[in-house]
């Protein structure tokens, strides 16, 4: 668009009159710190499966693709169960899946009571997940904009890579020869994430209520 300024001061506050929405940030954070255990998993899962379980380079590469295969089929199903259900009611029920998940991750780690296949079962039930919760936190953060929508789709993919980068730097700063940095990591993505998610939708609840209030105090003066 040719009206729109490209330079740094009108981006930025852009940026800021979008940053002020209660959807946008509670969905956008929501959404970008779930998949940032993906970025934790991409980023300890070779030391995991290659350096503790042995697996070689080629059964590595078909582990990886078996787990994202999980992802892939989970975003096919997610557009059939939203003939049926909301994208809020699909987002918070994968986000509390996907602690659960990551809980049992970090619990079967600690007690070494996982194998190599229950290790890749949990992740890709795990990793599955983020099939429902980023396209669900995409749409439900961009649901408010029309005019903004390009500025609110830039700043959330800014939000998504900033944060996956701390949790794939954390995986690697926190290494001490094991899989809990990865497993640690993925569960507290998913734990912040659903967190952020309740306490998101409290202030989205409360905003309403108050846009409301102004809009019949509007409608009735005095």
């Known amino acids: ?25 509670t969905y956008a954070f929501a959404g970008a710190i779930a998949s940032s255990g993906l970025y ?25 693709a078996i787990i994202a295969m999980g992802l892939i089929v989970a975003a096919q199903v ?25 809980l049992a ?33 995409s749409a439900l953060s961009l649901a408010p904009f029309s005019k903004n929508a390009g500025t609110a789709s830039a700043l959330m993919g800014a939000i998504q890579l900033g944060i996956g980068a701390i949790s794939t730097a954390l995986v690697s700063f926190f290494n ?10 993925m569960c507290v993505c998913a734990t912040t994430s659903f967190i952020v998610l309740l306490i998101g939708r409290k202030i989205i609840a409360k905003a309403a209520v108050n846009a409301l209030k102004l809009e019949v105090e509007k409608e009735i003066p005095g």
């Open 1 to 25: 668009e040719p009206g729109i300024s490209l330079l740094p001061g009108p981006i930025i506050k852009g940026f800021l009159e979008v940053a002020k929405e209660p959807q946008f940030y």
């Open 105 to 137: 991750l970090v619990v079967g780690t600690w007690f070494h009571v996982l194998g190599l296949y229950s290790t890749i079962f949990l992740i890709w039930v795990f990793l599955s997940t983020q099939g429902f919760a980023f396209p669900n936190s």
């Open 78 to 102: 997610n557009s059939v169960l939203l003939r049926k259900f909301s994208s809020e009611q699909i987002i918070r029920v994968t986000l509390f899946c996907q602690c659960l998940t990551g």
């Open 40 to 64: 934790a998993y991409i980023a300890g899962s070779p030391f995991v499966f290659m350096e503790l379980y042995h697996v070689s380079d080629k059964q590595y590469g078909w582990i990886f």
């Open 176 to 185: 001490n020869g094991t899989a809990m940095p990865m497993a640690v990591v």
